[in-house]
């Protein structure tokens, strides 16, 4: 049974980081793809950023590239998302989510492609 558990959320104040993980159980594929998801309530469920295992390729949405790096750690079967510069529009709840296929990277995944989710874990920024 896959799982997905994410840790690593938090509050702090703008300009801080954060590190989020995401780690995966039960997951015995090679070729997939990880991506981060974050969700306002009330709003639609949108990717920040995805990375692809074997290749490692990745895509990030405009609004966090060059604050936002996601790495895999393969022997430790984890994702992990490093935020810097955080702002308040940066406040959210953020997910795991993974598919057993590679992801496109020139554009935004939608929700709907990825099988398998994490619950989620809270990141608030002050201003």
């Known amino acids: 049974q896959v799982q997905l558990v994410e840790s690593g959320g938090g509050s702090v104040q703008a300009g801080g980081s954060l590190n989020l993980s995401c780690a995966a159980s039960?997951?015995?594929?090679?070729?997939?793809?990880v991506a981060w998801f974050r969700q306002d309530p009330g709003k639609e469920r949108e990717a920040v950023a995805l990375?692809?295992?074997?290749?490692?390729?990745?895509w990030y949405t405009d609004s966090v590239k060059g604050r936002f790096t996601i790495s895999q750690d393969r022997a430790k079967e984890s994702v992990s998302l490093v935020m810097n510069m955080l702002q308040p529009e940066d406040t959210a709840m953020y997910y795991c989510?993974?598919?057993?296929?590679?992801?496109?990277?020139?554009?935004?995944?939608?929700?709907?492609?990825?099988?398998?989710w994490g619950k989620g874990t809270q990141v608030a920024v002050s201003s």
């Open positions: 989510a993974a598919r057993v296929a590679y992801c496109a990277t020139r554009y935004q995944p939608p929700a709907s492609i990825f099988s398998y």
């Open positions: 039960g997951f015995p594929y090679s070729e997939y793809c």
């Open positions: 990375i692809n295992s074997g290749r490692s390729s990745t």
